[in-house]
């Protein structure tokens, strides 16, 4: 599944924030050094997106996204349910602000769409792209 981050420059806010800000930059699946603010938030966008929730006892009932609940269905219901699954896994962590301008469309693949929507973050906004399974 091809993915894409990209993110607005901003400079950083002034609120106070529980999740760190500085973690480990992970590149092609390996440490590459820090990153901090908005490149962070990118990380934990692609991580909590590609976590299934209930699925890993390491992670606590409010992390991950529930997308195994939409494979099969059609898509009609799949359109009507994405954005308040996608909304309520971004919103556990509170650098995440919000989320606009979600889209969902058909692939050509019939298994699968691309997703995409704007993440709202205390640091500036960031632009998601992914194909998931359906």
């Not at 390996?30 to 990118?42: H, K, M, N």
């Not at 890993?56 to 009932?61: E, T, V």
């Not at 939409?70 to 996608?86: K, Y």
């Amino acid at each position: 599944m091809a993915k894409e981050l990209t993110y607005d420059n901003a400079t950083e806010s002034d609120d106070i924030v529980s999740e760190p800000s500085r973690t480990y930059h992970v590149f092609n699946n390996r440490i590459a050094g820090f990153t901090s603010d908005l490149e962070a938030v990118a990380q934990a966008i692609d991580k909590i997106l590609s976590t299934e929730r209930f699925q890993y006892p390491i992670y606590s009932d409010n992390y991950g996204i529930e997308l195994e609940t939409l494979i099969g269905q059609d898509h009609g219901l799949v359109q009507a349910e994405i954005e308040r699954i996608v909304k309520e896994a971004m919103l556990s962590d509170d650098r995440v602000i919000g989320i606009t301008d979600l889209m969902l469309n058909k692939s050509e693949q019939k298994d699968s769409a691309v997703l995409r929507f704007n993440v709202n973050t205390v640091y500036g906004q960031l632009n998601y792209e992914s194909e998931v399974g359906l």
